[in-house]
């Protein structure tokens, strides 16, 4: 099967030019002026950009998570991102307190088994290498294309781990070639805030977001900062949210330490303002970490422009409001935190990037799929439009408008958290490996497409085989 795109203008993180692209199976064979070449199928893309498909490096489908399971499975997670411009994500595979790497990696891999509709890689979420996960086992998964390690300085008594474990992992990156995520949020202090509001009787979503406050995530990410220099292991903070946390992560980047920071869509758009929404509708803006106070919108557009942050994730953990996050309806502790996101993260940067000019459409393209693909070894199988490049491909029309709307979506959630935001601007056609996905509203490809990729190593490069000269 062979695929020509015509007149498109092909934006990559570098590029910007209007030209063809011929795709032969699976992979990008020809990019051209004006290629004259017969193909099984032509689409006609004047008008509209051509983007790499989107990366989404932090995403949670079918995770048990705060006594509930997330509502968006493989295929309805991943139906969403493909609506939504993205073709290859990282999700987290979580290890259970006590049980073996293997063990968490057999249950993932049964999650996504015939179920994806769009590329997917995993990263291990270390939660015990007492009981549980060894090192010697930690240092053997980037054999299989787990070349990264996610810890959670936070969630006391359920995913937390101390500074050594933390510290162990790190020593394990250093030697192997992963890259150590971690979710910088002082888990020690926030648990004694939160039992403190609770015996106040303050219950209500907001406190979710007082009980967790900015300098919480400010030491914690320093910490994270100075203990990876110490191991000697490349670092990545994810879900950045305010100028507590920028700034550490800007002051190591600039001394060269190798540390790299991502925020998420919703943290440009959310703030204090909607969890404190009265009647429980607060809850449906209960992530962590939290909502913050707006003034640190314009520090996370600055932190992107300047690459102090360096992705763009959703961190897409979805669950009802009506049935889920009402398990905390009258104590904030015990809504499911997460919230969804997979499919507008490009109709909202687009617009509020882009179109209002914070950013460049090259930029934009870097931080939504460039940088993912290569910070998690993806890249150049992912992530760009070259010859070689898997045929992810993004036929985006930057004149069709949009209304983001829980009533039209495609996660299995009751809501949106940019509900009513009308934007300019949404994917047409998306195709991964030459195979469309969706065209227009329809979604073309079933269930079992989309494959696992086995992730190179930090600072490696992913080729198909027969691509390398
Ligand atoms: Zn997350």
Not at 371 to 381: E, I, R, T, W
């Amino acid at each position: 099967m062979s695929t020509l795109i015509k007149g498109g203008r092909i934006i990559t993180a570098a590029d910007d030019y209007v030209g063809d692209i011929y795709v032969e199976g699976e992979r990008i064979a020809m990019l051209g002026e004006s290629l004259d070449v017969d193909a099984d199928r032509v689409i006609d893309a004047s008008g509209k950009y051509v983007l790499p498909g989107c990366v989404d490096p932090h995403t949670h489908l079918d995770m048990p998570f705060g006594g509930t399971t997330t509502i968006d499975d493989v295929t309805s997670g991943q139906t969403a991102a493909a609506f939504g411009g993205t073709t290859c994500h990282v999700d987290f595979c979580i290890q259970s307190p006590g049980s073996s790497f293997a063990d968490a990696l057999d249950t993932w891999h049964g999650k996504r088994d015939g179920k994806q509709i769009i590329d997917m890689g995993f990263h291990i979420a270390v939660t015990d290498l007492r009981e549980g996960g060894s090192l010697e086992e930690l240092a053997r998964l980037p054999e299989q294309g787990i070349t990264s390690y996610k810890l959670f300085m936070a969630y006391k008594g359920a995913l937390m781990v101390d500074d050594e474990t933390l510290f162990r992992t790190m020593e394990v990156a250093s030697q192997t070639g992963a890259l150590v995520m971690v979710h910088a949020e002082n888990g020690d202090l926030i648990d004694v805030l939160v039992r403190q509001a609770l015996e106040a009787g303050n219950t209500e979503p907001l406190y979710h977001a007082l009980t967790r406050p900015p300098e919480a995530e400010g030491e914690a990410t320093n910490r994270a900062i100075q203990l990876a220099h110490v191991a000697g292991a490349p670092l990545y903070v994810v879900h950045v949210t305010c100028r507590e946390a920028v700034e550490p992560i800007a002051r190591a980047r600039e001394a060269g330490w190798n540390v790299w920071g991502e925020t998420c869509t919703q943290y440009f758009f959310n703030s204090l303002d909607d969890i404190a929404k009265p009647n429980f509708e607060g809850a449906k803006y209960v992530y962590s970490p939290p909502v913050r106070d707006k003034s640190n919108w314009d520090v996370l557009w600055n932190a992107v422009r300047t690459d102090a942050l360096s992705a763009i994730s959703t961190d897409h953990c979805a669950f009802l409001w009506d049935g889920q996050k009402t398990l905390g309806k009258d104590d904030f502790s015990k809504i499911p935190n997460g919230g969804p996101g997979l499919e507008n993260r490009l109709h909202m940067i687009h617009e509020f990037g882009a179109r209002a000019g914070r950013i460049s459409l090259n930029r934009m393209v870097e931080l939504l799929a460039t940088s993912p693909a290569k910070l998690f070894g993806l890249y150049p199988k992912k992530g760009t439009v070259a010859v070689g490049s898997d045929a992810d491909l993004v036929i985006f029309d930057p004149e069709r408008k949009h209304t983001i709307t829980a009533a039209t979506q495609h996660s299995k959630t009751d809501y949106n958290l940019y509900e009513g935001t009308e934007v300019t601007g949404t994917p047409d056609v998306v195709l991964l490996r030459g195979n469309v996905l969706v065209e227009g509203d329809e979604l073309v490809a079933s269930p079992g497409i989309g494959q696992y990729v086995a992730r190179a190593r930090f600072g490696q490069e992913l080729r198909a085989k027969s691509a390398i000269a």
